[in-house]
């Protein structure tokens, strides 16, 4: 075997120990907040009566795909986030070909590898959530509309249509999306060096146009209410600077002009304007525009999950960096060295098998059970979701429901009470009314949440008269989860 075949070999071995070490080996840990979401969805449907409260959390397509994964395997964390890793995958590959396409024939490798240095591509990828799925459709439309417009194939036409009308289906967030494809449609037909014509491009854009106006009319009517659902403050301009990932570009560019000067590497030619316009507006116009939005609007949407289709942009930009500096034939050597930094410096090297995301509710439910408790005994359930409050919150809601879908996912047992995300004076007064009740007469009682509700509960019923003399300690913590015992003093 020559030197040179040797690199699809070591790259692959080397592709395949990150993936077992970034996407599967955190599989199997305990389910977040909004993957609970998904498993509730998939088991009551998206009609349940609770559910009309968060109307946004189920527009969308992706349902079908952790569904079809239980009917297959069972209903486990694996199998629900199984579905996430094929999108992810297949994302990357597309990645791959356009860093090929319109980079350098052999940028795909530094591509994958660049994309597997961000946190939220490998968060993503393990995560029982849209978004996955969102970067797949995303990466296919810019695929497929590069393709037609260096052909003009209709098939390549009719796939990219497809892919793009299913972009806004996985997810509401991905409005601002669609001005990339538009950007770089334009720059090809204005500098004329397509098949396609005008007439050809705006036939197609009108096709898919009006596939997406009854996705438009939902995102209006949801539109009027989307205060009720932010769940954080607008962002910061730290918090700006960070979505662009400016230290992947900063340094694939580094590590070029490095290499360039080492061994005399001639500079490479530019990129074309559409090629920029493609990676640039991939990487750089979500966040700009859910910044604009949250600024404007007064409702925050800059979360990370929210930010993630831009992270495979954020990829091509760094291999777009290297490229200025990297000529042909050294590529792959390159990305031999990068690899091997990506595999012992990306990911959670402190466990073996690291947690998906910092909350143990599944550890906090086996805790509570293997406490000791009976039918009888009370466990108070602060909602971990903002729409838990008045009035959609009040005493004694019904069961199962969206806003204490941790119970139907690691139920504990006991006789639930249910507390809304925020106090209020409703739910003070029926704090108080089972504090005087039920709690004060069970002998002990459990609060069991996420850690911050969790907390000012306690506090708030260590105050009452009725629980003065009873102790109370952690059984947790459990990542951002927490269980606070209270038992009466003997």
């Avoid at 999108?87 to 994958?112: D, K, Q, Y």
């Avoid at 996985?170 to 007439?199: C, E, G, M, Q």
């Avoid at 990305?335 to 959670?348: K, Y």
Wanted: net charge positive.
């Amino acid at each position: 075997m020559t030197r040179r075949g040797g690199f699809p070999v070591a790259l692959s071995l080397l592709l395949a120990a990150a993936l077992i070490k970034l996407w599967l080996l955190p599989l199997p840990s305990s389910f977040w907040v909004d993957e609970m979401v998904t498993a509730f969805v998939v088991h009551q449907g998206s009609a349940h009566p609770s559910l009309a409260v968060a109307p946004q959390v189920t527009a969308t397509i992706y349902y079908w795909l952790p569904w079809a994964a239980e009917r297959l395997f069972g209903f486990s964390e694996i199998s629900y986030r199984v579905p996430s890793i094929l999108m992810m995958g297949a994302a990357l590959f597309l990645v791959a070909r356009l860093a090929m396409r319109l980079i350098h024939p052999e940028a795909g490798w530094f591509a994958v590898f660049a994309a597997l240095t961000l946190r939220g591509i490998n968060y993503e990828a393990a995560d029982a959530r849209p978004y996955a799925l969102a970067m797949l459709t995303a990466a296919a439309g810019l695929w497929f509309l590069v393709r037609w417009f260096d052909s003009a194939r209709w098939a390549d036409a009719f796939w990219f249509v497809l892919s793009a009308a299913l972009l806004w289906r996985v997810h509401l967030i991905n409005w601002p999306f669609y001005a990339v494809f538009v950007a770089y449609s334009v720059a090809r037909l204005w500098r004329r060096d397509t098949p396609v014509s005008w007439k050809q491009a705006a036939l197609a854009f009108v096709v898919l146009l009006a596939a997406l106006v009854p996705v438009l009319l939902d995102a209006l009517a949801l539109m009027r209410d989307a205060e009720a659902h932010v769940i954080t403050k607008p962002p910061s301009l730290r918090e700006f600077g960070n979505a662009f990932k400016f230290l992947l570009i900063a340094g694939c560019g580094a590590g070029g002009w490095l290499l360039s000067r080492r061994y005399h590497w001639p500079r490479q030619s530019s990129p074309s304007v559409p090629v920029l316009i493609l990676v640039l507006g991939w990487w750089m116009w979500h966040p700009v525009s859910l910044y604009a939005f949250s600024w404007i609007t007064g409702n925050s949407v800059f979360v990370p999950r929210y930010l993630s289709l831009s992270l495979p942009g954020a990829a091509l930009a760094g291999t777009l960096a290297a490229a200025y500096f990297v000529p042909a034939g050294c590529w792959r050597p390159a990305t031999l060295v990068f690899a091997v930094g990506v595999l012992f410096m990306a990911g959670d090297n402190r466990h073996l098998f690291p947690p998906h995301h910092n909350s143990g509710w599944r550890e906090a439910s086996r805790k509570i059970q293997q406490s000791g408790l009976d039918a009888a005994t009370p466990v108070v359930y602060p909602s971990p979701f903002i729409e838990a409050k008045s009035p959609v919150w009040r005493p004694g809601n019904p069961l199962p429901s969206f806003l204490y879908c941790h119970l139907q996912t690691y139920p504990v047992g006991g006789t639930p009470y249910l507390l809304p995300f925020e106090t209020s004076p409703e739910a003070e007064a029926y704090a108080a009314k089972i504090a005087a009740g039920e709690l004060a007469t069970s002998g002990k009682f459990y609060i069991y949440g996420g850690d911050v509700n969790v907390h000012k509960w306690q506090e708030w019923l260590k105050s009452r008269n009725e629980l003065r003399d009873w102790r109370s300690r952690r059984l947790g913590p459990f990542g951002d989860v927490d269980v606070v015992l209270f038992e009466k003093a003997p």
